[in-house]
């Protein structure tokens, strides 16, 4: 594995691959009947991406991917193809310094127009939900919840899927009517059946699997794991060792950087601040915490 990026990575420049679409942290390359993805160093709070990077980030949410990927294949195929740069094509293969170990090549497929998300702890946008309604997604949870309890059985709880901005919860008959009953049925089973397992694989490295949320798409009429899988960025992390119900918990994602802007006269809005050296410093660590965490190896 390569050794540690001493600057953070916040734009890639390949000039011999097509730029499909630039998301707030991943770049994505056009290659015919594949993609190029490749995960920058950004970083966003409030949906504004900041100007300021955190080195480390997009190797570890590449490789935390890859782990998940590869750890419950046996679950549903994934899209990915090969994350060695050695055996991409040879026109990428000079742009090694912006792809090892933060990038892959992966199948296309139809991407489904929802976000599978699944709740094993009632926290965020759901907590609020569930306070108002005393319910998440048309979900009827048992009176009294508090912050940070957990939900046995875990609950899939669906929600639209916006580039920029906000997504917003819906129900399961919402996804029905958007892809069908049969494979919205599906969706659910498989996005239940990777938290279950990924939430045990977690705990036993002293990790909660609060939430997460994945994307499915289709290839050839089947379903296909997408995207990233099971990161910071996608999940909540919190240290088994401190969780306590009833309060809010320390995370392994970006909630650092999020807790230092709220600190701020800053109205959310763009241009977002710059980050001093010592919350850089600490969210790295948290990240690489996180991996080292999931996977037992600490990130080269």
Known sequence: MPTVDRQPLLET????????????????YDLGDRLLIVATDRISAFDVILPTGIPDKGRVLTQISLFWFRLLEDVIPNHVI????????????????QLEGRSMIVQKTEPLPVEAVVRGYITGSGLKEYKAK?????????????????????????????????????????????????????????TLQIYARARTHAESRGIILADTKFEFGVKD????????????????????DSYEAGRSQPSFDKQYVRDYLESLHWNKTPPAPALP????????????????????????
């Not at 794991?225 to 909540?236: F, K, M, V, Y």
């Open 13 to 28: 420049h390949i000039p011999d691959a097509k730029l499909w679409r630039k998301g707030k942290v991943r770049d994505v």
């Open 277 to 300: 050296d010592d919350v850089v410093s600490r969210t790295r660590d948290k990240y690489r915490d996180a991996y080292q965490r999931i996977t037992g190896h600490e990130l080269a």
């Open 82 to 97: 090969t994350s060695n740069v050695d055996e991409y094509d040879p026109a990428l293969r000079p742009y090694r310094d």
């Open 221 to 240: 009429g089947r379903l296909i794991w997408i995207d990233e899988a099971l990161t910071p960025d996608s999940s909540r992390f919190w240290p088994k």
């Open 134 to 190: 005393g319910s998440v997604c048309g979900i009827t949870l048992p009176p009294g919840l508090r912050e940070s309890d957990r939900l046995d059985p875990a609950i899939f709880t669906p929600s639209t899927k916006a580039d920029f901005g906000h997504d917003e919860n819906i129900s399961f008959a919402d996804v029905e009517k958007v892809i069908g009953a049969k494979r919205a049925m599906e969706v659910r089973h498989v």
